[in-house]
């Protein structure tokens, strides 16, 4: 066993043979305070997503699906055929958490599912209850669709994560036990086929990591190249749909099924760092672009249309239309992850932390047990025509992706927060709580992202380098080291504290401003309008915070408005942002279109005193009515 | 038979019992000349739409389905399962066009398909080659997604427009068998079920007009009746996708498949026109206000999503993802044509001309025999991802109901140009060409809609009243009777120009300015843009017609701007419009969000001397690439 792969015991690990500028730390070297949003976050989803999640995969037959393979259930199959993948990425979710807290609370689900995954297992190592429940004889045979290795990915980063988080290693072993015969008969030798949906990439490089055995390397290798010839076999969806479209060495464009290409992307990302391929490394370059330069909305979301839950042209950016998956949002936060470990630059860090404020934390509801599949920026008045997902968080969904990988997620965040080098440690995401630096305890004092103050005391002075990210938002910064003004260098987006440089105490001061952004000019869908944001929080205007006889659609922002911090809308837990200057002109009598002469756009016909504008991520959790990212400036 | 029916001897005949305020004129009335836009249209269709229509039938195995069943095929069934109604709607077609010319061009073709379908038909009236060629437990028992009584609907239409227009009863007959089987068996005291496509309910209701036969109305009625109670049963596409989802009377919004709405729509006036019923009266003018006040492109497309080819909701317009089908534009006409009928007001063929001037038009190529099926007002640079229909032409579909539709609506358009009432005749769609005004013919000279100029000269002075419609685009207006200026009254959208008013000579000025068209504010799409318009024809920006060095996306439109008109760009055969004032600046490297303080927008980089705009609807006639309609403002 590779020692660096185990002590990660964290989501990624690294082998002798990653190629990395900074390291995932060992688990447990942060820990986010309750009081803050990331630990209020893991609270929430340890008292109450996780278990949701174990009561509904009871409900929609998940569990059911395994039992009846050992004669413990008569329920026929239930969910999608790829539900299996559903009680895999809870059960990450759960050996996450136990890593995170020694909790005991789930012992008696996990000991009870990793049992009955290993005896509805076949001899052959094979496992996926929609096949063996009826369809045995296309076992591996119809990967277009089946999602067998798909599953099977998510199977082994389960196993993975109880590896590392727990030393329990039973879940792993039947893991792999079904992936040596997916090696036997499509590995090398084998005949060349791909799943339909890529993930087993990813999971089999880790799987690398944490065994130390090449084959899995050069299966999830061979799987990656085999892509993009076609493979599939013709569907309605076509071959981009499925990332087969072409060899992703020689792909231009994100393109296809948004959660598809984001998972290939974090696969591939995982191989760069473990082969150094730069023909590789170059195609993830221009990939990344294609999605951060000309595909993704400003809360992080990827996926512009819902037909075919795919990336559109570039610039199509529709706010009401748009898909924007939560999955798609986890998997890019996954992908620059990786990129970030790879490179180092903080542009990673933040697209990570652009998509976990907005478009990642506004899937689940304040209750935290409601959950969006789609995240549009616009939601009509008058909406009632849904396409593949509803425009409300719903408790539970037949294609269930979303609840389970926002668990694992968020059971792990603390894990994404900080890496090291041989020369000392990186700070990339800002949360209260506590993070090992070297031998020192950095406690980290914040209200992030509420505003831009950070406070990092030191239990001794710094023995190794300290590096803090600055965010790209930021574009005033105040530095203070053991209470005297700093001005650190800054070296690929983060602050520079070197050994000794620091005894007890930094502060750090954000530029906290209430900004507007501007869509590029090729967005058509947010012309003449901006978007609020302080810090990497996205702002919106809903319905329920504007007076009874204004509507969503009448709101403009005039030049001259101005911006405020308040407390939270009624009903909602986090700061608003006050607007003084939104004109409202009723537009309901107007022709849908008119030539200047005959019908003048007209003036304002009053300026709201103020108006509060709510977290986007906090969107729909009062009525569900009209909602807007973007609002038109007059 | 009624007496007024078949003097019509066009699309929309009239029985005893039809209250309208104005009547479609016998068939012939008015007869488009060659070298205008109708009457060049009329003979594109006629020498090659037409024949390219009846080879693509033959090709597509369309007419192999009829013959298989009569032992003179072995093809297995071909197209999709409403295939027939492609070869019932080219009958009609070819009737409106022998109408129209007296052509024997066709005869063999017709007389070969009318036998063909006699034969083919089963002993008890039963027609429907997907059902009969091996789907016959299903007769007329799967109606959601059969398509029966739509085939049954365009076979009845084709067999009328052969009795109206040439004398010829047998296809009608063939019809009306099938009708009756089709009364026994879902008529009165029969089973309660509907189409789950609208087609059959304006096929029946001209049904009682041809024949005198109230049993046909009788049905007709108990269709539209029987219609949103959830009857067709359940579907992944919902209830409003069938038009099932609420008794039409109830309905407040035009909703669901665009084409299913729009016929249903059409069915619903041609009922009211025959039955004077209050309520659905009303219910009609609440879902023409949401179409054409809340849910209509500027094109007169309709149909904001491929998803389900739909309505969206209220000013979901996205340009770039219209589907717009050409179908759904043709039935909007004929809706049109029917509420005009009813209560003689301009708005109506004012939307009619908004259509055949742009949605409509634009689905053909100038060789005639390439159409649109989507017909979008934006194509963006390194466009690759489809959904359901391509942003080109083609010469043919496997879904091909627009071809046939536009076939059988350019044949006879002609016979929706005027009407007439007890007092005299009624101009709504202006052409060159002559036109029966009582005794007197009228011929008209102009260039429309290329300008404003109309000449009207008479053979004998007016014996009856002539009304001439003001387009709602006319914003001034000259009128010259007999060489002096005249004011006459204007009603409900017309001149009136009494009986003894005119000798010989009408000379009438239209507005034909070139104007920009502003978008209501609740359309997010089209936010900061305008659409230019001259007379009834929309222009468009195309790559074709911008140096190499400027990308569409890049021009903007100066607040300074000038227009003129001008002759054809390269390629085309229509007139353009020069603009003065065109900006360019190149916002490739510019972020994907900015805000304010870095990232200025920045000033336009250069002005383009002179570009040239083209109609719409000769878009993507050159290599296809990028097209805007709506063009940002500067």
Known sequence: MPTRSTETRGPLGLSPSSRVSVAPLPRGSVRFAEDGFFGAWQALNSTTTIPHC??????????????????????????????????????????????????????????????LIARAQADDGYINTWVQGGMSDQRLTALRWSHELYCLGHLVQAGIAFARATGRRDLLETAIRFVELVDRELGEGGRNDIDGHPEIETA????????????????????LNERGHRTVGEDHLGYEYFQDHQPIREVTEATGHAVRQLYLATGAADLVIEQDDDELESALWRIWGSVHHQK??????????????????????????????????????????????????????DEMERGIYNAIAASTSISGTEFFYANPLQLREGHRSEENAPAERRSWYNCACCPPNLARLVASIDAY??????????????????????????????EYPWNGRVVITLDRPLETELRLRVPSWSTRLTV??????????????????????????????FDDEIVTEHPHPHIDASRGTVAIRRGPVVYCLEQADLPDDVRVQDVYLAESATFSPA???????????LVRGALVRDSSRQPLYSSSPRHPVGQPERELETVGLVPYFRWGNRRQAAMRVWIPTW
């Open 480 to 509: 203070v080291v053991d209470g005297a003004e700093a001005h650190p260098a800054i070296e690929r987006g983060y602050l520079v504290l070197p050994a000794g440089g620091v005894t007890s105490r930094i502060e750090l001061g």
């Open 296 to 349: 993704m909305y400003v809360t992080g979301g990827l996926g512009s249309r819902h037909r075919d839950e795919s990336f559109g042209d570039p610039y199509e950016l529709p706010n009401d239309r748009a898909y924007s998956e939560t999955c798609a949002a986890i998997a890019n936060f996954m992908w620059n992850w990786r990129l970030l470990l790879r490179t180092g630059e903080s542009r990673f860090a």
């Open 567 to 577: 407390p939270p809308q009624k009903g909602l837990d986090s700061p608003s942002i």
């Open 54 to 115: 174990i009561q509904q995969l009871e409900a929609a037959g998940t569990i059911d699906n395994f039992r009846r393979l050992v004669g413990e259930s008569e329920a026929a199959f239930r969910g999608p055929l790829f539900a299996d993948s559903d009680l895999y990425k809870v059960l990450e979710a759960v050996a996450w958490e136990i890593g995170r807290t020694g909790t005991s609370a789930y012992d008696a689900f996990a000991d009870s599912m990793i049992d």
């Open 417 to 446: 927060a900080a890496t090291g080098d041989a020369t000392g440690t990186q700070l990339h995401l800002y949360g209260g709580g506590t993070i090992a630096v070297g031998d020192a305890t950095a406690t980290v004092r914040t």
């Open 204 to 223: 089999l490089v880790e799987l690398w990591r944490v065994t130390g055995e090449r084959r899995f390397l050069t299966l999830a290798e061979r799987f």
